[in-house]
């Protein structure tokens, strides 16, 4: 077993974070929010504030450049749109003066009118065939409103960054999935060219999705480094993490799925709204409609989703953005129709299997794997015997192949090697699998070669972590530069373009067990199992990780986990880790991994392809199906809370 | 959190002349300071009790002795309070996280303030912040209590309080004019105008322990505690259950409800149903429509009424069982 490189450096505490860095007069940043939903900033008054002795710079809309943001928005905008906007920062000699100086920050605001219903935004439609023709020939036609809500990224590590200059370069240690991403926008932002900015990231404690933008905090601390000329270290305190710093949209699908007896598909119509937040961040526009038009054969679809604007903090992507979403309702709808077909829900799915990627109109790389990956789970919850409280759910994921560019450099002297990338390592083990990838290409021992990743300064370009991306896109440039290397010593390979002809995706399919107590309404999960198709799985120690913590945030976003926002306030009410109920150690059931390793050496020459976000994505509506069956109640609704499962089973 | 000042003392005496308003003492700290940082307290001194408090648990043939400073780790592994008091042992044990309750005091425990999202949020004025008016009464209102509302909506958060009331526990209690015995069902008392809080401790007292009457053997206890996920949750309802037998008539009961009303509530109707009764379903069934006989719910939290109902029956039920004593 090939286990992961840094984890003794994470358990013993050695591996440095953003957070840990101690730079020689050090200061410590803090931004001032809105304390309002939507207001005009009439007037700040920092005379206080910067009076109170190791205050060192003030920065807001007052006195900072006119740096653009999101639409038509600036860092210090004088306009700000939701409870968390970011009005000020403060740059102090300990975090401890930081906030009591925040507080002395005079702002007047001008409270303005705000609005949580949402302003319709342009949709977005995709179409094939003739739904109207595809609903006449259906003999069955479900039709269902399913929810999702608002989910928080909460990774343990939050944002955060250390900022300082050396003349006219920037050096920045940042928390991000992306070190070019940042390094590219900060450059932009203040006006440099990106060479003079570095980005480094040694580890990160999560991103989630959360991280693969630059945030207006990487800014900020550049610019109090800048008028301070000190190193500055901005890391967000839980609250901002909660308010202001990305989510999960929530979505409203409405759906009518039309089947022959036989359980042959012939329509599926979806409209569905999502909430985007105040913002446009970036990364957010999840593509909600998209299994809806890949996962099950039909020719008649029509799929249209409707962003809309709203005074809450804005949406960012979340592992498996749109599809987690959107595969609870198609999911659970599937459930719903192999019941009114009295039809297997396994069986109805294999019914409408397809091997073509219906939307890009050609081939999957893997067209039988996810065929496999049903039967799989299937056997190991022996879906056959039909005991009550079993649910099951199959998914797609449009990502996970990886694609270009990248570039990734090889040494190789004296039966050692050195692989450099400019990834970072978002938590999955990326070096790990990556000096599996060259040990393999080399022919020699994996402890023979040392990965060096996390740094924007060898000018080795890598994707941001995300899509599942990292291993299907540096492993076959490594694989290049390692077999070119061999005979030349040193060498760098691109990323090749993915094959033209064919589709690349992941997939696979999840079975929960559980039971219900019909007098208290507690969900008992025993067993999750698991049936990926990851292409070749590197390393199954790894793949395993991403499978058991892809269930367990799965977990939290079916059964507990939820942004509560009142209304008349415009104040999310949980942007604590108390009341936001992430998965605790005591919930996670039995997590079982029955994926096979599936080469996929049409997607890439490593038959590699990711496996981060997929896990996440089919448990929610297992458990939903899994409820249903256990209690004969069907909760549309994420998440499924004792409250909503009394008042079900009540009625 | 906002600057203050700090202080040791050498003596009890010496912490209470200094507690007021303003200066409040400090145990565990598992809820000062979380207030503290949340803007919602600001003392100007904290005064350090930890070294002054007693510590630790005794048996005694009056009864259990349980020193203010001990934490709920203790409590909960403790073997007389598990063999006698099971009841507060399974509610410490249900209580919080290991971390929190290694460090978290019983008597903080009990002066704990509600964990109400608008009182925790320094932003939305409340009534128990001094607003005329509760925001969870037409609000996000799915934590909030069926008993005892109004004017304020939030429930108290402990569960060892339900199991101390239901075992009849009296505090120890030290103020200026030095020691006297607090009955704990008169310590918690609903807030009113004059008195935003849930307990009627004075500003300058300390709470030094408490004492549980010794209970008969045959004494049988449980507690049982709804979360929204299996650990690390405050009850969206809990059941503190204590139950004496006499062949199959139930001869002494006491059942008391947390996470439904402002502080700890005894569900006296159901007691009075079960009072010299038969032990059987359909008597714990009555018990339970009458524990629950004056819920006023709110627009999100009437499934805390049919809750409340299955716990206690489940309670009682366990306790009955003969399977299971």
């Known amino acids: ?170 050096t920045v240690y940042e928390s991000t999935q992306g070190i070019f991403a940042v390094r590219d926008e900060v450059a932009e932002k203040l006006g440099l060219s990106p060479e003079r900015v570095r980005v480094v990231t040694e580890h990160m404690g999560g991103g989630f999705g959360a991280k693969q933008i630059a945030w207006k905090h990487t800014v900020i601390a550049a610019l109090l480094a800048q008028r301070t000329g000190r190193p500055v270290q901005l890391v967000l305190e839980r609250t901002a993490e909660n308010l202001a710093s990305g989510n999960r949209n929530a979505t409203c699908q409405k759906l009518r799925l039309g089947a022959k007896r036989d359980g042959t598909l012939t329509a599926i119509d979806v409209r569905i709204d999502l909430e985007q937040g105040a913002y446009s961040a970036g990364g957010e526009d999840s593509d909600v409609i998209g299994t809806y038009l890949t996962l099950y054969r039909c020719g008649n679809v029509r799929a249209e989703q409707t962003a809309l604007a709203t005074n809450l903090g804005p949406a960012v992507a979340f592992r498996a953005p749109g599809y987690a979403e959107a595969n609870f309702a198609l999911e659970s709808a599937i459930d719903e129709l192999a019941e009114r077909l009295n039809m297997d829900a396994i069986e109805l799915r294999l019914r409408n299997y397809t091997s073509d990627d219906q939307r890009e109109g050609k081939p999957f790389t893997s067209p039988e794997s996810l065929r496999r990956c049903i039967a799989r789970a299937a056997q190991a919850i022996e879906w056959q015997q039909k005991r009550p409280g079993l649910g099951f759910a199959a998914h797609d994921w449009a990502a996970g192949g990886g694609w270009p560019p990248a570039e990734a450099r090889v040494d190789f002297r004296g039966g050692r090697a050195r692989v450099i990338v400019g990834v970072q390592d978002i938590g999955t083990g990326s070096r790990t699998a990556l000096a599996q990838i060259a040990a393999e290409a080399l022919g020699i021992a994996v402890d023979a070669v040392e990965v060096e990743l996390g740094d924007t300064a060898p000018g080795l370009y890598g994707p941001t972590s995300a899509g599942s991306a990292t291993l299907a896109t540096l492993g076959p440039a490594i694989q290049e530069a390692a077999r070119a290397a061999k005979e030349k010593g040193s060498a760098t390979a691109k990323r090749r373009d993915n094959p033209k002809d064919r589709s690349i995706r992941t997939c696979g399919a999840q079975a929960v067990e559980l039971c219900v107590d019909r007098d208290t309404g507690e969900v008992i999960v025993k067993r999750v199992v698991a049936a990926h198709d990851s292409g070749r799985i590197v390393n199954p120690l790894l793949h395993t990780s991403q499978v058991i913590g892809g269930i367990t945030q799965a977990l939290g976003y079916a059964l507990s986990e939820e942004r509560i926002v009142d209304a008349r306030f415009g104040e999310v009410l949980n942007a604590n880790l108390e009341e936001y109920k992430v998965p605790t150690l005591a919930d996670i059931p039995e997590i079982l991994n029955v994926s096979e390793s599936m080469p996929d050496m049409e997607a890439n020459p490593t038959g590699a392809k990711g496996c981060g976000e997929p896990p996440i994505i089919a448990t929610a509506a297992a458990i939903a199906n899994a409820i249903y069956s256990a209690t004969g109640v069907r909760v549309r609704e994420l998440p499924i809370t004792r409250d909503k499962l009394i008042n079900g089973i009540r009625r | 959190m906002r600057v203050f000042r700090y202080s040791a003392p050498d003596t009890i005496g010496e912490a209470v002349a200094a507690l007021g308003e303003r200066s409040r003492a400090l145990a565990g700290g598992t809820d000062l300071v979380p207030l503290m940082k949340a803007d919602i307290a600001a003392p100007d001194e904290l005064i350090n009790v930890k070294p002054l408090l007693p510590r630790g648990i005794e048996a005694r043939a009056a009864g259990l002795e349980i020193g203010a ?98 075992f009849d526990a009296a505090l120890r209690v030290h103020g200026r004019g030095g020691e006297r015995i607090l009955e704990l069902a008169d310590f918690f008392a609903l807030p009113e105008a004059e008195r935003r809080r849930e307990t009627t401790l004075a500003d300058d007292e300390l709470i030094l322990g408490l004492r549980l009457p010794p209970h008969p053997g045959e004494t049988r206890s449980t507690y049982l505690k709804a979360m929204d996920r299996k650990a690390w949750g405050f009850a969206l309802v809990g059941v503190a259950c204590v139950l004496r037998l006499s062949g199959r008539k139930i001869a002494h009961a006491r059942l008391v409800l947390a996470g439904v009303a402002p502080i700890p509530w005894r569900a006296e109707a159901a007691e009075r149903e079960l009072l010299g009764a038969e032990a059987s379903e359909a008597r714990f069934a009555a018990a339970a429509e009458a524990a629950v006989q004056d819920a006023v719910p709110l627009r999100h939290n009437s499934y805390k009424v049919p809750l409340t109902k299955a716990l206690v029956r489940k309670a009682l039920k366990a306790l009955t069982d003969p399977a299971c004593k």
């Open chain 1, 1 to 170: 077993m090939i286990t992961r490189r840094e984890g003794r450096a994470k358990v013993t505490g050695a591996a440095r974070y953003a957070a840990d860095m101690r730079l020689p007069g050090m200061l410590y940043a803090r931004i001032v929010r809105s304390p309002h939903p939507h207001a005009r900033v009439a007037r700040i008054d920092a005379a206080r504030a910067a009076a109170l002795p190791g205050v060192r710079a003030v920065l807001s809309s007052a006195d900072s450049p006119a740096i653009g943001w999101h639409e038509s928005s600036r860092l210090f905008d004088t306009t700000v749109r939701y409870v968390g906007d970011e009005v000020a920062a403060i740059a102090a000699d300990t975090p401890a003066l930081a906030e009591d100086a925040a507080r002395l920050l005079e702002v007047r605001y001008e409270p303005l009118a705000f609005d949580l219903g949402g302003q319709r935004q342009k949709p977005k439609l995709e179409e094939r065939g003739q739904l109207a023709r595809g609903l006449r020939e259906a003999d069955v036609v479900l039709e269902a409103e399913y929810r999702t809500q608002t989910a928080l990224h909460n990774a343990l590590e939050p944002h955060g960054c250390t900022a300082f200059w050396e003349g006219d370069r920037l």
């Open chain 2, 69 to 166: 400073l001990t934490p709920l780790a203790e409590i909960e592994q403790h073997p007389v309070v598990m063999q006698g008091y099971a009841a507060l042992a399974q509610a410490a044990s249900l209580a919080a996280s290991p971390q929190i309750r290694n460090l978290a005091s019983v008597g903080g425990n009990l002066l704990q303030r509600p964990r109400c999202w608008y009182y925790r949020n320094a932003r939305i004025a409340c009534w128990l912040k001094g607003a005329a008016d509760c925001p969870a009464r037409e609000g996000e209102s799915r934590n909030h209590a069926l008993f005892g509302g109004g004017p304020c909506y939030a429930v108290h958060p402990s569960d060892v309080a339900p199991a101390l009331l239901a």
